[in-house]
């Protein structure tokens, strides 16, 4: 009867305290929660325990995720400018109480405000073409911002960012591959060795470690690349419209009349088939015979 006792009590203890034990799987983590509300407590890789019937664990994995970047702002002509890439991300296990408290909605919507202010402040110094030709520059810009603790354009002037990261380049991207690497080095201004794990402004605040801007394309937004294409072919029609205008004066100059001048310019310029929808009456006009005598005139 005591073995059955024994035994009895080990089955209620085992009951009890089972559902106390979770295993956190490898690459994961979980929230406690408690009556189904988050408690802002973490659990970690491993054997972990809980408050049995009372509390749950929700498991997250540590997935990388990619948010899309597609900003358009103003350059300093006022052409509107367009880059496009995708930032590389995921929770830091260093700030998941942080990172709990976010809402992936806000933690993308921050990133893309933080893109486009400092390439706001930046186009904002320059026109769209330059700007458009600084593709590595900005590139180094932004992941120097989303990345490293101290961006080293931090004392500069924005209208000399652009040209800080073209002429140094090479330590720029020394300290992003450190930051992505995990090794010491000493920074771009050769002080002291900094913190394998440095962590960015927005990085903290979000409680994310960002593994690397992708920059797609820097082009002209889609408003100015229609007007640039309006204004080129209205460019090219008054070209042609000059081009006509020279030849009907020669061939008035040689001694045609003008209507004949101008069906003779219409068909050296291979513009005769527009004459089927014209008003103008050429029925009797031979424009192969008035070109061979104007040819035959020079």
Known sequence: ?????????????????????????????????????????????????????IEKVQLFEYKQERTPIDETFLAHDQFEVRVKGSILWQPDRRLLKTFIQRSEDSIRGGMGETVQSILGIVAGQKGGSDFIREREAIDLLINAVLRLETPPHINKAPGEWLAYYN???????????????????????????????EISDIERLFGIEIHRFALADVSFGEATTKALEQKKQNEARADAAQSKLRLIDEYIYKGVTPQQAIVASEVSLGESEKRKSSHIDISGIDIPAIIKVLKGKE
């Open 1 to 53: 009867m005591n073995w059955l006792m024994i035994i009895g009590i080990i089955a209620v203890l085992i009951a009890i305290t089972f559902p106390s034990i979770i295993i956190i799987p490898t690459v994961n983590y979980g929230l406690v929660l408690r009556f189904s509300r988050r408690t802002g407590r973490v659990l970690k890789e491993g054997l972990r325990f809980i408050i049995p019937f």
């Open 167 to 197: 002429d140094n380049r090479d330590g720029v991207r020394e300290a992003l591959e450190v930051k992505t690497n995990g090794k010491k080095k000493k920074n771009m201004e050769d002080e002291p060795l900094k913190s394998e794990r």
